[in-house]
């Protein structure tokens, strides 16, 4: 990221992005970066600053009809 008040950004800039381009990184636009919508709701913020996406809560699977059944037919 850079500032865009620096006084050598401009003449610097295309040098740097190829140089990285070069080594394989690829550029992007910040909001390709983060995560859209409210925090607490579609992410969540570590000690470190980064975004984490919520986890959705794992459904859980209904019990079986064919393991109730043969459990209540064993007792």
Do not use: R, W
Request: net charge negative.
């Amino acid at each position: 990221m850079f500032h865009n008040a620096a006084k050598h950004t401009p003449e610097a800039l295309p040098s740097i992005l190829e140089n990285l381009i070069s080594q394989g990184y690829t550029i992007l636009p910040i909001s390709q970066l983060i995560i859209k919508g409210q925090c607490g709701t579609d992410y969540t913020i570590d000690h470190t600053g980064k975004q984490l996406p919520v986890q959705a809560a794992p459904e859980t699977a209904p019990e079986s009809s064919a393991s109730s059944a043969s459990s209540s037919a064993k007792q």
